[in-house]
């Protein structure tokens, strides 16, 4: 139930950014490709070990559920 109240997506701000920065990072982060680290691994430093752990579906998520909602109302619609 935890999971419903907070953030999926972690994306780390350092501690000297304003709201505002700390706002348009996380928003750019949630668009952007993001991608996975263990809690135990160090953030990648290096571009080639970005692209290995990267996830690519996250911002399509929203897309995709509205399509599907569409979807299920058709048969709605036609009867």
Do not use: G
């Amino acid at each position: 139930m935890n999971r419903l109240y907070t953030d999926q997506i972690k994306c780390w701000v350092p501690a000297f950014f304003t709201p505002n920065y700390d706002e348009y990072v996380r928003s750019v982060c949630f668009v952007q490709n993001t991608y996975y680290v263990k809690h135990a691994d160090k953030t990648p430093k290096t571009l080639q070990v970005k692209k290995e752990n990267e996830i690519l579906y996250y911002q399509w998520i929203p897309f995709l559920l509205l399509i599907k909602a569409f979807l299920f109302y058709i048969p709605r619609i036609s009867w």
